[in-house]
């Protein structure tokens, strides 16, 4: 199980931080459990690892089977919480490497995910010569990236193999009613998944949205699931022992007592998509109203030697979370040097992962030192078990925080802004006035 470590705090914030919050943190777990607070409707997630759709789990599988067998590559389309949990799953526990070292299953190419050419032109040569199948991932249908990646792959896809072909290559991740996607996926008769209509973006990766590509990619989804389910338990449990509740309420009085930015930091670099993927979960449910810490994140120790100098002496505005994992997989002794030119025969046949053991803990003691509140979450690996434990214990905490926050944790309005200009931009029926007004200002 996770353990959260909150002993860098002392001096940064007051003894009784946490009693002072436990009203405010029991009545968030009340509207979390009884899923009748602000957003109350996309609360979906908060049993999801024990209520979730059974015959669809088992339909995924036999999906992923059928996929793993057929494909060298699944291009999975989708952007923000249609692709950032599943990323960050494969990475964290295969490899960021995974494409290069992946064995049974497909390679996995993300796409739709920006609206770069350059990146689509590569996959589709990467793509190429390869058999592969599409899962397109959007709980809307209509969102303008996935979209246009969509129709471009979808094109490709039955240039290659045929339309009645294609058709059974290509698994649609949607809305159950509702949506573009929705409406050619029945109409062209694709495998379909369900984005539960009670589960937003964000929160969707324990859904179809991550379960089938990260199936796909060879990962336990058994065992994901069960590790999400045993922190779902463990965190219902109310009172301040709850590592979800310290969490939420020392972030919430380090946020009060004038921190603005939080950074999230891994020493794995499979860990680097789980940060992105922590940034938008994060980002996206608090960042309203003028409000919120600033979700950023770092690889260490790379980046002990770029932003590591701001951390350390820079403007006084962040703490971390550090994510540990207890154990690394493999061990890789440090060999001995007769000439010792280097001068490190003082750690010949000591374990690398040793070495890095005390870099965590020189770093934490010298940003602690620094004025840089210091949590630690302790992992017992990268296994799908773990993972499952430690994305549920952030969205829990997370949505516990939205509240502390009071704020709508379940809502994205800002993200709206962005999209109704470039619609009006690139000449959408029905935003014509805005456009004019938009090219004026643009000049
Ligand atoms: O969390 C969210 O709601 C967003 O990040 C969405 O996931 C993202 O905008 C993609 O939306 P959709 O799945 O509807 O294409």
């Not at 088992?58 to 692709?83: D, E, F, N, P, T």
């Not at 973006?201 to 389910?229: K, Q």
């Not at 002990?304 to 890789?332: D, P």
Request: negative net charge.
């Amino acid at each position: 199980m996770l353990t959260l470590d909150l002993s860098k705090l002392n001096g940064f914030l007051p003894q009784d931080y946490l009693s002072s919050r436990e009203d405010a943190l029991r009545e968030a777990a009340r509207m979390l459990a009884e899923h009748n607070g602000p957003g109350g409707d996309f609360t979906g997630w908060v049993t999801l690892p024990r209520d979730y759709d059974k015959e669809e789990f088992a339909r995924i599988q036999a999906a992923a089977k059928r996929i793993q067998q057929q494909s060298q590559v699944l291009v999975v389309i989708g952007i923000g919480g249609s692709y950032l949990g599943a990323r960050a799953v494969v990475e964290l526990v295969n490899s960021p490497n995974f494409n290069l070292t992946h064995k049974d299953g497909p390679a996995i190419y993300f796409a739709g995910n920006g609206l770069s050419t350059d990146a689509m032109l590569e996959v589709i040569d990467l793509i190429k010569d390869k058999d592969w199948s599409i899962n397109v991932i959007s709980k809307s249908g209509t969102t303008t990236e996935p979209a246009v990646a969509f129709r471009i792959f979808k094109n490709l896809l039955e240039e290659k193999y045929g339309k009645e072909e294609a058709r059974k290559r290509i698994y649609a991740t949607t809305d159950a009613h509702r949506g573009a996607l929705k409406g050619l996926a029945d109409a062209e008769g694709y495998e379909e998944f369900v984005v539960p209509d009670a589960v937003g973006g964000r929160y969707s990766v324990l859904t179809a949205v991550g379960l089938l590509p990260i199936a796909c990619a060879g990962v336990d989804i058994v065992e994901l699931m069960a590790g999400a389910e045993e922190a779902m338990t463990a965190l219902a449990a109310p009172g301040q022992d709850n590592p979800a509740w310290q969490y939420a309420a020392a972030r919430h009085a380090l946020y009060t007592a004038g921190k603005k930015v939080e950074i999230l930091v891994g020493y794995e670099p499979s860990f680097r998509f789980f940060g992105e993927w922590w940034k938008q979960l994060f980002g996206e449910t608090e960042g309203k109203e003028g409000k919120a810490l600033f979700p950023a994140s770092v690889e260490f120790t790379a980046d002990l030697h770029s932003m590591g100098q701001y951390i350390q002496q820079g403007e006084r505005l962040m703490l971390e979370t550090v994510v540990r994992f207890e154990k690394s997989r493999g061990s890789m002794e440090i060999p001995h040097d007769p000439d010792n030119v280097d001068g490190l025969n003082f750690l010949a046949g000591k374990d690398l992962s040793f070495v890095a053991e005390q870099a965590m803990r020189g770093t934490l003691l010298a940003h602690v030192d620094g004025g840089v509140p210091n949590l630690m979450l302790t992992a017992p690996g990268r296994d799908a078990r773990s993972v499952g434990a430690l994305i549920y214990f952030f969205e829990y905490a997370c949505g516990l925080s939205g509240y502390l926050l009071e704020i709508n944790p379940f809502d994205q309005p800002g993200v709206e802004a962005y999209k109704n200009n470039m619609y009006a931009l690139l000449g959408k029926p029905g935003y014509e006035d805005k456009k004019a007004e938009l090219e004026a200002r643009l000049g």
